[in-house]
């Protein structure tokens, strides 16, 4: 910076002199709020936080419903693959349905010992009960029989609607 004397001998010097000044003061002052202003303060920081958990809350809200509803799905789609491997069995066996699921996996029918959507072995009833020759259930989330959230192989997606 520049030294500017106090005075000058002339009157339209000391204005721009004064100009200067006052120029010089408030780039300082502004670069003073500058420097104020660089960083958040704790409760900006706080409402972001709560912002940004707010969304996940109701992110994560959707994203387990729609776990659930895929859970469903696979359980369904399993279920179907072991009918066509129960129709397999009876083509190839005397036998109306086998004693257990894993003597499909014995005979190599299926590939692996059948699990429902939520890790839980599948029921088998040979003979059926509701005019099918082999009923499939499967226990659903709550893992109990009998319940409103079983999955019974004979269902389509508008019975359990109305089931509920």
């Known amino acids: 910076m520049t030294y500017l004397p106090a005075t000058a001998p002339h009157p339209t010097l000391n204005k721009v002199l004064l100009v200067l000044r006052e120029r010089a003061?408030?780039?300082a002052r502004e670069r003073a709020c500058v420097r104020r202003q660089r960083g958040f303060n704790?409760?900006?920081?706080m409402v972001v936080l709560t912002i940004i958990s707010m969304l996940m809350g109701a992110v994560g809200f959707g994203a387990?419903?729609?776990l659930e509803k895929a859970r469903k799905k696979?359980?369904?789609n399993i279920m179907h693959a072991i009918e066509n491997a129960l129709v397999q069995w009876q083509t190839e066996s005397t036998d109306a349905c086998p004693p257990a699921l894993n003597d499909l996996v014995t005979r190599k029918i299926l590939n692996k010992?059948?699990?429902d959507g939520w890790g839980r072995p599948f029921q088998i009833k040979c003979p059926g009960e509701h005019g099918n020759e082999i009923d499939l259930v499967s226990q659903g989330k709550d893992g109990k029989?009998?319940?409103a959230g079983d999955i019974e192989s004979g269902e389509d997606e508008e019975a359990v609607k109305k089931k509920r």
């Open 145 to 147: 029989e009998n319940t």
């Open 42 to 45: 704790l409760i900006e920081i």
């Open 25 to 27: 003061a408030r780039r």
């Open 74 to 76: 696979e359980t369904r």
């Open 113 to 115: 010992d059948p699990k």
């Open 64 to 66: 387990f419903a729609m």
